[in-house]
């Protein structure tokens, strides 16, 4: 079991969390914050990185990340509303890729990612009022539109695409043809009411960040409510800005706090077990967390908006 400790220490040349005598259950592993091991892949994006950043080989690239997931073959995929695309990066090959449009238009605001089990990546897009996705090979291939106000985070699971819509306060559903299926939930401090939800993760159960109630909400998939934690504060086991959520092979659930500049980590009861992180620009150090996703080997990526790159860590069972 995970214990709260807040601090840090070394540990085989990298920080772990929580200090000694307690067994270290997160290492630091790496960060990454600019290209500088990284090739575009085709002329055209280097072009558009001169555009985004005035350079053509910039160290920074990334300029408002706020969303970030894994594709099934470990490429990096960051969307990054404040450049108007989505960012690329696979660590083996030491690529860069980036997309900024699509046969349905621009991307204006690209904010929530997510990977069905077949490798299709689906990314909404908050001012478009649109789900794009994509195959394999990144072609886009279908559009999600629906009375969608500002669709944010989002969800595959059990072949239903779950797509936060932060104006509507609800949770929309559609199938994998794009037919909308309905919605759930409405602005309110009850249970399964929402005040600007933000972004949702699954396993057994739907957890949803609701982001101005500084709460997570547990459903189950026929939207019974089961349980809700967390409250306003400045305190371990509490939330000032919740944004992203993801949840480990333990079914530990991981909320980023852009405001609080860490993550915590609860259990599937929503009881505390770890806080990591504090403000700062060091490793292990945050400045407003957005995006976090884990990958099959319990990888933890977390993209920061303020310091503009990733963080990678691992959790030590």
Not at 185 to 203: C, I, K, M, S, W
Not at 217 to 245: C, E, M, R, Y
Not at 264 to 289: C, H, T, W, Y
Request: hydrophobic share 40%; net charge negative; glycine share 12%.
């Amino acid at each position: 079991m995970i214990v709260p400790h807040l601090p840090a220490q070394e540990k085989d040349s990298g920080l772990v969390w929580p200090m000694p005598p307690d067994k270290p259950r997160i290492k630091f592993l790496q960060t990454i914050s600019s290209l500088e091991k990284f090739q575009p892949k085709k002329g055209f994006f280097a072009k558009i990185l001169s555009f985004i950043t005035g350079g053509e080989r910039p160290s920074q690239w990334l300029v408002q990340p706020v969303g970030i997931a894994i594709a099934p073959d470990g490429r990096i995929i960051i969307a990054d509303p404040g450049a108007n695309c989505l960012h690329v990066l696979n660590l083996k090959e030491g690529e860069y890729d980036a997309i900024t449009e699509t046969k349905y238009g621009k991307f204006i605001s690209p904010v929530g990612l997510a990977f069905a089990s077949d490798g299709t990546l689906y990314v909404s897009d908050s001012q478009r009022g649109d789900v794009i996705s994509f195959d394999h090979d990144l072609n886009a291939h279908g559009e999600f539109k629906g009375p969608l106000h500002r669709p944010a985070g989002i969800l595959i699971e059990h072949d239903t695409l779950y797509v936060v819509d932060v104006g509507g306060h609800d949770i929309s559903m559609f199938d994998r043809s794009g037919t909308f299926l309905g919605s759930f939930g409405h602005r309110g401090t009850e249970d399964g009411e929402f005040n600007y939800p933000v972004q949702l993760a699954a396993n057994n159960s739907l957890y949803v960040v609701d982001g101005l109630n500084y709460r997570i909400q547990k459903f189950d998939f026929g939207w019974n409510h089961t349980l809700t934690f967390g409250s306003q504060g400045t305190v371990a086991g509490k939330f000032s800005s919740p944004k992203g959520i993801a949840l480990d092979s333990d079914s530990d659930i991981y909320v980023t706090d852009a405001l609080m500049d860490n993550f915590q980590i609860f259990n599937p009861a929503g009881q505390l077990l770890l806080v990591v992180g504090r403000k700062g620009v060091g490793d292990g150090e945050f400045m407003s967390p957005g995006g976090i996703t884990i990958d099959a080997s319990d990888k933890i990526y977390i993209v920061e908006t303020l310091n503009k790159r990733i963080q990678i860590f691992q959790y030590l069972k």
